[in-house]
Every structure is written in C-alpha cells, then in structure tokens.
C-alpha cells in the first residue's frame, strides 16, 4: 500500500488536542442521529438539474474494502467506464497510525450507530446502547479498524461450499486471498502466501511485557506458536496486522489511491446513494440516485450496479430501494419490487472486555506517554516503536472450549485477544469512550488502576448461536435503520457457556509460569451490578458479560449468500440479488455464517472473487 512518507508535526499535535472544537474532524456530539443525519454538506437536497443523467458501464456503491477492490480490478479494463460512490470523505494520513485508530471513532469517519437497547444486555454502557462504528470514509471501515490481519479457518469456506455456495470452498478462494496480500511476517507456513499483492501484512514492530508473558503462557499450556494465516489456526500467535513499516494498510491507500488517475474511472466522495433505480416491470437495476452538493443526482448503469456499503448499510440501501421483507416494506410505505428477506439474519462477534489481569510489574503499552512525546513521532517515521501497535491488540490465540460440539476437534470457537492496557491506559479518555462504559463502572474498576500494571485478556465468540436482525425506521434515507444484536439469547444458552468456559480458560493460564513471573492476577474487584452474586461464580460471570461484552464489529449475513433453496438467502454465489437482473450485492453482508476471522480480509477476498465473476460475464 502507498503508507505516506512523512508525517508534520502539526497533524501530529492535532491528534493530543482533539477536544478542541475548531478541529475539522472531531465532533463531540458523534453519536448523535440527529447530527449524522444532517452534517454539513447534506441535508436537503435540490434538484437543481433533473435532467442531468451520467453513463457508466458499472456503478460500484461503498468504498470499503469489497467495493475498493471492485473498482480496482473493473478499471483495469479500460473499455469499462467505472464510478465508485462514497458518502464519506477522503482519510488524512493521521489514520494511518495504528495506536490511534480508536480515536477516529469520534470523528465523521463513522457512522457512530448504536445498536437498540436490548433486555439484560450492555448493562455497563451508558443509556444501555452498544456502540456500533461502521467506517464513512473513502476506504469504509478499513481505514477506521485494528488492522487485525485474519483470512478465517478452511472448515468456514468449505462449509458455505457444502451449504450450496458453488465455487466458494478455501480451495477454490484460496487464490483470492493470495490476490490482494504481500507478506512479510517472519514466521510463516510455506506455500500459504503470496508477496507483491497490493495489501501489505507484517508483524508489528513494538510489543509489551504483556503480549510475551500471553504468548508464552499458551505455549506452556500446550498450544503451538502458528501462523494463523496459513496450514493451522488453532495455536497462538502475535498478531499479523494490515500495516506497512508501520502504517495502516487500509482499501484506500492500496486500492484506491494508487489508481485514481485511471481516466475510466470516476470516484465520488461526500456522494450519499439514497436509491438504487429499478425498472418495476423488467426487475432491472439501471442505476442510481444520489446526493452529492445538496443536489440529487442519477446516474445510469449499462451493465451492472454493485451494492458495497457494507453489512448495515447495503441492506439499507436494497430495503429503501423496494427489496426486501415484503410486510416490513408495505408497512413503510414503500412500494415492494422483490421479496426477500433482508435484514432478517445479522450475526456478529460478540467481545468480553471484563477480565482485567494485575501485574506486579509495568507490563502494558505506554501509550499514554507516548502519544505527548516528540521521540516516538520519530520511532513513527522509522515504521518502530509505540505508535506501531493496533490500539493495544498485540497477540491472539484461536481455541477451542469443552463447550463446542464441532465434529473437528482443532475448529476454534474462542478467540483470546490480549490487549495491552485496560481502559485506564489513555487516561480513560478515549478508549473507555468507544465502549461507552459508565463513569461508575470506570470509576470503581479502571480508575484506581495505574495504566502500565493491568491489561486485558478478551473472549471473542467465534460461532455464534444466537443471531440478531435489522430493519429500517423509515423510508428516509438519512434515518439510522434500526439494529438488534439479540446476544446471548439462544435457547440453549451455548454462547453464555462458552464465554463461562473461556473464562476459566483464561483463570487457567494465569498458573503458567510466564504469566506467574509478574504475579498476574484476575482483578477481582466486583462488578457495580453483580456484587450480589457470589464473586466468580458461574452466576457472577454471566452478570460480567451482560455488563461489557460488547460488538468487536464483524456483522454479517444480513444480505445471505445462499442457493434459490435457502429461504434466508438474498444473494446467489454469483452474488446477484434474487429476482433482480443487473445488481450484485458484495460485502459482508454476503458471508453467510459467522467465521473464525475478524471480516477485513475476507471482505477484500469477497472483492476480488466478485470482481473475477463480474469479468467471467462482461469481459
Ligand atoms: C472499529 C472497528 C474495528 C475493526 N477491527 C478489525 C480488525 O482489526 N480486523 C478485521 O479484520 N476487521 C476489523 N473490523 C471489521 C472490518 O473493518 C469490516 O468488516 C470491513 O471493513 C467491512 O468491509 P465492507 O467492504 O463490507 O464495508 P465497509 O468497510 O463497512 O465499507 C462500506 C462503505 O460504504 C459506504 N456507504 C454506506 N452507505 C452508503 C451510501 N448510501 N452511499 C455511498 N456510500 C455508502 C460507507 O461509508 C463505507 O465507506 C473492524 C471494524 C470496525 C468498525
């Protein structure tokens, strides 16, 4: 990726100054509806020229990782005329810098949703609303995220093969995920990767006491170091990240921007799609209208219209423009072109952000110090030091607990993140704010916590039974559609006992001598909310997770890949929408169940497939 060579000084400070309102990015109120429906440069459109009409011969919506990769490869055809439309603006450099990624959740490159309130969960948020940030901006959520490199386990794809998907086995994506990569982290499985794709992957420079006292805990536990990108998953690893000498690698500066002189294609950012067009008669999509200058504007699509803007907005978008569940859209008032049912599956990983771990030792990230101190800008340029780190993710582990009922004993259904810090570790000024955690949780756990003697060890649920849904407010394309995650709620109560089981996976690891080395504790102050059940009980922990578990933001399935026989599925393995002649949908939304990855990667492989697929038909 084309990471940028120097960074002024001046952006840098901007970064430490981010309360001051004069800054161009920041807004306080960000997750307000109210503000994100009507920021600057939107609002009410006119439609100044209705006659005003452009010609293309596909029109690509979404800039993320899908739909950056798409308009990439189409463009290599220069007898294809190609627009790509993004509603956010352009990234500055300063999101290239992975221990501030965080910060950027507050700015107007995120949606800023928040998911419905839902009974006995998120009970340690304030007003009882997840935070759900979905990257706007050119690049989507790629230039907002971790950077947590992760291709998935080989059993996900070649079950959506079985489940009737053609042509979607890892066997045959393999060559799509080789595709994109560049990979140059140290320890890797031969045969497994590709150098001089367009996404660079390494290791990441700077790690804490933390990680290494994690990394050889699991390994005396009995887990082998992996490439987790390559033959096994199951084991423990630092973590590959999407940077490049330490810069974010996002759809942006590798897919986009090297291109953007291609006089074939047109890219337009702050251009808001509010409708695909569809001809009620023939069930052909022709285009799109969007906003762009407060004026409405159409554009005309010759061969196809591609639907990227991600698993909470491309069902939006289909749902707004007549497709989707027949009753839900009578009920809006808006005229139903293909019954499908939309919105209908929405699976996301759910993360427990609870188990702090005491150190007798400094142990964490020094992020605090580092983000005020003029040496670390130059560790920066030199792609080393502090600001190298994905906001405190530094290793992982895929696992599995006795909980599991895969036929395939090395399937994980746990993920452990070690983090390294706790929320107090930026002065509990940005990071506690992402998760919306109430001051009097923060108060009692995290304050009188120093920030270099406490990091986190976080359950992420791979396989979730339970799954949630999303359905539109209104037919106002500016309204936030509504979103429920449903967590925790299957009838069996697998997921809660899977998290219970990671729990004591984790209680487990702290008796490993590296861990033991600094005296590492579970912080066992109780939980404002939970005091009453008995500390560590199965009881307490259920009340922990109902408390701050939160999204890890990996939604999916809310457009279902799935065969004609799938009575959930609104896409076929062509990726083309159901009963609809010239539109394709590709992101996340597509990825029918939840996978052992977080969802970058696979939404820049689910880009370059449908990018091969859309050639196969046109070319
Ligand atoms: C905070 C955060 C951290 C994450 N961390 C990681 C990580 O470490 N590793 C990992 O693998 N994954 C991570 N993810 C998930 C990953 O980034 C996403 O799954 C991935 O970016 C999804 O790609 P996409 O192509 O489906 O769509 P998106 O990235 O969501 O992009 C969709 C784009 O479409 C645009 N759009 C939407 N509606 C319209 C419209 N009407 N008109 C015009 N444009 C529109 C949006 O503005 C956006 O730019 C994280 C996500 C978040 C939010």
Redesign the pocket.
């Given at each position: 990726c084309n990471v940028s060579g120097f960074m002024p000084y001046r952006l840098y400070t901007n970064i430490s100054l981010y309360y001051d309102p004069s800054l161009p990015l920041i807004h306080p109120a960000y997750t307000s509806e109210n503000w994100y429906n009507n920021p600057s440069g939107y609002g009410e459109a006119h439609t100044k020229n209705p006659n005003s009409e452009e010609e293309y011969d596909f029109i690509i919506?979404?800039?993320?990782?899908?739909?950056?990769v798409i308009a990439n490869r189409l463009s290599e055809n220069p007898n294809w005329k190609i627009l790509l439309?993004?509603?956010?603006k352009e990234p500055t450099t300063l999101t290239e810098i992975p221990a501030i990624?965080?910060y950027?959740?507050f700015t107007d490159y995120?949606?800023g949703y928040l998911m419905e309130e839902q009974e006995n969960m998120a009970l340690g948020f304030i007003d009882r609303r997840m935070h759900?940030?979905?990257?706007?901006?050119?690049?989507?959520?790629?230039?907002?995220?971790?950077?947590?490199?992760?291709r998935g386990n080989q059993i996900d794809y070649n079950r959506w093969a079985k489940n009737g998907n053609k042509g979607w086995s890892y066997k045959e994506l393999f060559r799509y995920f080789l595709k994109s990569e560049s990979f140059d982290v140290k320890l890797k499985d031969s045969g497994y990767h590709h150098h001089g794709g367009k996404l660079n992957v390494e290791d990441v420079a700077y790690r804490s006491k933390s990680a290494d006292a994690f990394v050889g805990a699991m390994q005396e536990m009995g887990y082998p170091y992996v490439d987790y990108n390559g033959k096994k998953q199951y084991g423990v690893s630092y973590?590959h990240a999407?940077t490049k000498r330490g810069r974010r690698c996002s759809?942006f500066n590798s897919f986009l921007e090297p291109i953007r002189s291609r006089a074939n294609l047109k890219i337009y950012t702050s251009?808001?799609?509010?409708k695909i067009l569809i001809d009620a008669n023939t069930k052909h999509a022709w285009g799109v209208k969007?906003v762009k200058d407060r004026q409405n504007r159409i554009a005309k699509a010759k061969k196809e219209v591609i639907i990227?803007?991600?698993?909470?907005?491309?069902p939006?978008?289909l749902m707004l423009s007549g497709i989707g569940p027949k009753k839900h859209l009578e009920e809006l008032g808006i005229p139903v072109i293909q019954n499908l049912p939309v919105g209908r599956k929405l699976y996301d990983h759910l993360g427990f952000f609870g188990l702090t771990i005491t150190a007798n030792d400094s142990v964490t990230i020094p992020l605090e110090t580092a983000l005020y101190d003029l040496r670390t800008i130059i560790e920066y340029k030199q792609g080393k030091g502090v600001l190298a780190t994905?906001?405190g993710?530094e290793a992982l582990a895929f696992v599995r607990t006795p909980v599991s009922k895969e036929a395939h004993p090395f399937y994980p259904d746990i993920e452990l993140i070690s983090f390294g810090g706790n929320p107090r570790l930026d002065n509990g000024e940005v990071y506690r704010k992402?998760a919306r955690i109430t001051d009097e949780i923060y108060n009692k756990i995290w304050r009188p916590l120093g920030t270099s003697k406490a990091f986190i060890i976080a359950p992420i649920l791979l396989h979730p039974k339970s799954c949630g849904y999303m359905k539109l407010k209104s037919k106002n394309?500016y309204d936030w559609p509504r979103f429920y995650g449903n967590y925790l709620t299957d009838p069996e109560k697998l997921d809660l006992k899977t998290f219970i089981a990671s729990i004591r996976f984790v209680q487990n690891l702290l008796g490993m001598p590296s861990l033991r080395r600094y005296n590492a504790k579970l912080l066992d102050t109780p939980l404002p909310g939970c005091q009453h059940y008995i500390y560590d009980s199965d009881n307490y922990w259920e009340c922990s997770l109902r408390h701050l578990s939160t999204s890890?933001?990996?939604?999916?399935t809310t457009c279902k890949m799935g065969p004609k026989s799938d009575p959930e599925a609104v896409v076929s393995d062509k990726l083309k929408v159901y009963g609809i002649s010239g539109l394709r949908v590709?992101?996340?939304?597509i990825i029918p169940e939840p996978i052992t990855?977080?969802?970058?990667?696979?939404?820049?492989m689910?880009?370059e497939k449908v990018a091969d697929l859309i050639k196969e038909d046109w070319w």
């Open positions: 919506v979404g800039s993320g990782p899908a739909g950056s439309l993004e509603v956010g990624a965080y950027f959740q995120n949606w759900w940030p979905r990257g706007r901006v050119l690049g989507g959520s790629s230039v907002i995220n971790w950077m947590i490199h992760t973590v999407t759809a251009a808001k799609v509010t969007f990227s803007a991600g698993a909470l907005s491309s939006q978008l994905l906001s993710a992402t394309p890890v933001h990996h939604q999916t590709a992101d996340t939304s990855a977080h969802t970058n990667v696979p939404s820049f689910i880009g």
